[in-house]
């Protein structure tokens, strides 16, 4: 089993930075793709950012290019979500998640481990 546990959370205002950690432990020798997923009251669960374990490839959402930055630091079992340049679409709980395998990487049905998610809120 692997366990996935966000923090970083919060609240900020439009403009301002948040970093979001996601905690992996267990059996995490198979994770091949950690993704982070946001969900808005009455809003589909959207892909915001993913990276491949084993390498450097990251992709984004359009909605957040150039603006997050997803990283991992596989000596602490850790991959962060760094949030500048905030906006108050960007307020939503953010996931992070575990997969296996390949496949679109904001495809949120292939992810096989989730956390219990982290708010974060902007303000105008």
């Known amino acids: 089993q692997v366990q996935l546990v966000e923090s970083g959370g919060g609240s900020a205002q439009a403009g301002g930075s948040l970093r979001l950690s996601c905690a992996a432990s267990?059996?995490?020798?198979?994770?091949?793709?950690i993704g982070w997923f946001r969900q808005a009251p009455g809003k589909v669960r959207e892909g915001v950012a993913a990276?491949?374990?084993?390498?450097?490839?990251?992709y984004y959402a359009d909605s957040v290019k150039g603006r997050f930055t997803i990283s991992i630091d596989n000596a602490k079992n850790t991959v962060y979500l760094q949030m500048n340049s905030l906006k108050p679409e960007d307020t939503a709980m953010y996931y992070c998640?575990?997969?296996?395998?390949?496949?679109?990487?904001?495809?949120?049905?292939?992810?096989?481990?989730w956390g219990q998610g982290t708010q974060v809120t902007v303000s105008s």
């Open positions: 998640a575990g997969k296996w395998v390949g496949s679109a990487w904001n495809d949120y049905n292939a992810y096989n481990y």
């Open positions: 267990g059996n995490t020798g198979g994770i091949k793709y």
């Open positions: 990276i491949y374990t084993g390498g450097s490839s990251t």
